[in-house]
């Protein structure tokens, strides 16, 4: 008290604070007792002081036990805090990562499918050839034709790789039954319009197989990884599928083409 300046001006904005602080400062002091005072309230009701002071020890170890439990307790929950905090950063780092690796297998997998596709629409581009080598020996085969034809637009409609595969079974069905011609009509086989084809259609087969293989491997791969746990937890929260194998729907280039 001897400390404060009476002449000290204190801001209006602050002074209902400063008055609050002091009523609790007071309100704490006057509920308080000092140790002679309870060993006055002790006399009063008969009890020896060495009780009181007992007593007195005894309140103030509990109390402090109280605090440094609290205390404790603080510590331990910031610590909890701090190491959830860390379990999270880690967990979002490894979803980035595992999201990442995915996607990667994901865009090779897009990748050597359109390889894939690119074979596809070189053998499909080679009806039309087909269609001038059969129209050429054998006017009269309009179905043969027609067929070539169709099989041809099945695929360029086909935009998913179901359809494709499905589309992919009618190009090899009109092979096979231009193979079937072939065979029938020797002077057809001996024309160098025939071997120029012959060797196109070989070339992309094998071509073919190949880009299959590549893109079944993908997809394993990638099912591989969205399907085994935990990937399969952030493959589900992205919305990432298991895709299918894309059946072998020709092993063999037919005989006649071969020879």
Known sequence: MDNLNPQQRIPEEIAPEVLELASRYYGNHSQSYSTAELVA????????????????????????????????????????????????????????????????RSSKMEATWAQVENQLQRRADLIPNLVNVTQAFAKQEQELVALLVRSRQAYLQAATPEEKAEATAQVNQAIERFSSYAIAHPQLQSSQLFTNLQYELTGTENRLAVERMRYNQAVQAYNQKIQSFPNSLVANVFGFEKQEFFPVTNTDVPKVLQE
Not at 74 to 79: E, F, I, S, V, W
């Open 41 to 104: 309230a002790g006399k009063e009701v008969d009890i020896p002081v060495e009780f009181i002071q007992q007593a007195i020890e005894d309140v103030q170890k509990r109390h402090q036990q109280e605090q440094a439990a609290q205390q404790k307790f603080a510590h331990l929950r910031q610590r909890l805090l701090i190491t959830g905090a860390g379990i999270l950063a880690a967990l979002t780092v490894w979803t980035g990562w595992t999201y990442n690796v995915i996607q990667g």
